[in-house]
C-alpha cells in the first residue's frame, strides 16, 4: 500500500525549505539554468569533482588554492577574476576532463548549502541533461525525496518547477505525494512537456527573458534536454562527484 | 505600451510575502477554502460587516463586546466556545443580513494581518464566489496588485494557486505581469478551468482530501463556483465591508 512508499514533497522556493523534513530526506537541489545543468554537463565529460561557492571571492581563493578552474557570472558576464562562466558549452570533455571546477552560483549553492545545514540525509543536483539518472537514483535509494527548486532569488521559477515536474512524472508510482506543489509541479510539466523551450518563451518566462537578452537561447535550448548529459552528480565532502 | 501598465504579481504563499513591494500595492488575500469564500458569501447575503481575527480567544471577546455572531473551526468542527463554523452555506441572509460576524481563519486571517504589518495600499479579499467583484474592481483601480495565496501552513496549495490564475486569465491585458508564479497559476487554471471540482479531486489536492473526509464536498463545490456571491469585500478600518 501507499503507506509503505517513502514520501515525496517539492519545495518550489529555498524560503519554503524550512516547512520539510530536510534531515530525513534526500534533497535534490534544482537550478535549471543554468548551474546543475552545468554541473551535470562538467561531469559527465570527465571533470573530477566541482566545488560550489557562494561567492567570487571563494572561488578565486579556493581555486588558487587546488589550482583549479574558476568559473561563474554576475549579469550574464564572466565574473570578474574567474576565467570561464556559466555556460555548459564551455566544458567540453576535452578541456574539462580530469579537471577540478570552482563553480560560483547564486540561488543554487544557497540552496545547497541550506540542505547542508539542515543535515540533508544526501544532496543530488537534478537537471534536464541528467533527468534519468537522478530518476533512478531516487527509486532505488527508497528513501523520502524534496525535490529543491532553487528559484530566482527565492521567487518561484517556470524552469526549476518544471524539472521538478518530469521528475514527478517518472517516479510517481514509487512515493507517496500528497504535496499540492507536487501536483502543480507535474501538472505544468504535463503542458509543457511537448516542447519546453516553446512553453518557457510563450510564458514568458523570467530566466527565458533574461538568458535571452544576452543571446544565450542555445544554452536555453540545451539546458531543457533531457539526458544530453545523464550522470548522477551527487555531493560528497564539500564536492559534487559523479556517480 | 506595457510600461504604463501596473504591475500585477502572484505571492504564492505568506512565507513569500517578503519579495513583494506590498506598501504600493493592492493585495488580494485569497483562502479559497474557505475563509474568503465564506467572507464574500456572508457579505453578500447582507452581513453588515465581517471582523476576522487570528485567535479563538479574540473572536470571543470581541464577539461579546460587539454582540456579534462568533464564528470558526479548528479541525473541521466549530471551535469551542464559538457558535458558528467556516462554512458558505451557514450564512444565508435570513441569518446573517444586517449582523456582524467575528470570523477567525488562521491562513487567511494571518496573511491579511502580515499585508497590514506591510502598509498595503489596500486589502480585498478574494474567492470564486466575488471573481468578478474582484477583476472589476482590480481594473477599475489602475494600481499595482499582489494576489496573496494564503495557502496551508505556508505551503503552496492549489486552490489558491487556481483562483489567482482566473484572476489573472480575466485581467492579464491591464497589468504588466512579469512573473513566474503568476505564469504558473494562469496555466495551472487554463487546465483546470473547465471542471475545477474534478481538477482538485483528480490531482488530490491536499485540501480537497481534507474536506472531503469531513464529508464537505458540497462545501468544495460551492467555493469552487464563480459569481455565486458577486460582491466587492474590503478591508477598512480593521473590518470587510461590501462595496
Redesign the interface.
Known amino acids: 500500500m501507499t503507506s509503505t512508499k517513502p514520501n515525496l514533497y517539492t519545495c518550489?522556493?529555498p524560503?519554503?525549505l524550512h516547512?520539510y523534513d530536510v534531515s530525513s530526506s534526500i534533497v535534490v537541489i534544482i537550478d535549471v539554468l543554468r548551474a546543475t545543468s552545468t554541473i551535470a554537463t562538467a561531469l559527465h565529460n570527465g571533470a573530477k569533482e566541482v566545488i560550489p561557492v557562494d561567492s567570487v571571492t571563494d572561488c578565486i581563493r579556493i581555486g588558487e588554492a587546488m589550482g583549479a578552474i574558476t568559473a561563474g557570472e554576475r549579469d550574464g558576464k564572466v565574473a570578474e577574476g574567474l576565467s570561464y562562466g556559466n555556460s555548459p558549452f564551455e566544458y567540453p570533455a576535452s578541456f574539462i576532463a580530469g579537471k577540478t571546477l570552482v563553480l560560483t552560483t547564486t540561488n543554487g549553492t544557497k540552496l545547497l548549502h541550506m540542505a547542508l545545514d539542515k543535515n540533508a540525509k544526501g544532496i543530488i543536483t537534478g537537471s534536464f541533461p541528467n533527468l534519468t539518472a537522478v530518476c533512478n537514483y531516487l527509486v532505488a535509494q527508497k528513501q523520502p525525496v524534496i525535490l529543491g527548486c532553487a528559484a530566482?532569488?527565492?521567487?518561484?521559477?517556470?524552469e526549476d518547477?518544471l524539472l521538478a515536474g518530469a521528475v514527478i512524472s517518472r517516479i510517481k508510482n514509487h512515493f507517496n505525494i500528497?504535496?499540492?506543489?507536487s501536483?502543480?509541479a507535474s501538472?505544468?510539466y504535463e503542458?509543457a512537456k511537448n516542447d519546453l523551450f516553446d512553453f518557457m518563451k510563450t510564458?514568458?518566462?523570467?530566466?527565458y527573458?533574461r538568458l535571452s537578452n544576452y543571446g544565450l537561447e542555445k544554452d536555453i535550448q540545451y539546458c531543457l534536454t533531457e539526458d544530453i548529459a545523464n550522470t548522477l552528480c551527487i555531493y560528497e565532502d564539500g564536492k559534487l562527484v559523479k556517480k
Open positions: 518550489l522556493s524560503a519554503l516547512l530566482w532569488k527565492d521567487r518561484v521559477n517556470i518547477t500528497n504535496c499540492d506543489s501536483a502543480t501538472s505544468l503542458m510564458k514568458q518566462a523570467s530566466h527573458l
